[in-house]
């Protein structure tokens, strides 16, 4: 019904960069917070970054002022500049929304299937 489809993952060096978009599709009739969670083998879901429909930002402590994220409400999209980018940033990174759809008066979670960062030391 409702779609999140991620792209821009891939193989970086260490101290390189990426871009992630994240572009969501569907009938939808608003989008309230966006954000971007990552998960490595082994280890727990955690956020990244995550913005309001008003452009406000949230980092987690690892990854800020190394990664950057932000939106364009008009084409229901986020976006996570990754810059500096460590082994440790390996993950399967998933985007996620607060969707209202037509007809509901509910905002529900949506999940991207995810896409996969690999930095190489």
């Known amino acids: 019904q409702v779609q999140l489809v991620e792209s821009g993952g891939g193989l970086v060096q260490a101290g390189g960069s990426l871009a992630l978009s994240c572009a969501a599709s569907?009938?939808?009739?608003?989008?309230?917070?966006m954000g971007w969670y990552r998960q490595a083998p082994g280890k727990q879901r955690e956020l990244v970054a995550a913005?309001?429909?008003?452009?406000?930002?949230n980092y987690a402590d690892s990854v800020k002022g190394r990664f950057t994220i932000s939106r364009d409400n008009a084409k229901n999209t986020v976006y996570l500049q990754m810059n500096s980018l460590i082994p440790e940033d390996t993950a399967v990174y998933y985007c996620?929304?607060?969707?209202?759809?037509?007809?509901?008066?509910?905002?529900?979670?949506?999940w991207g299937q995810g896409t996969l960062v690999t930095v190489s030391s």
């Open positions: 996620n929304a607060g969707v209202r759809k037509v007809f509901s008066s509910r905002y529900l979670e949506v």
């Open positions: 913005i309001t429909r008003g452009g406000s930002t």
């Open positions: 569907g009938s939808i009739f608003s989008i309230n917070s």
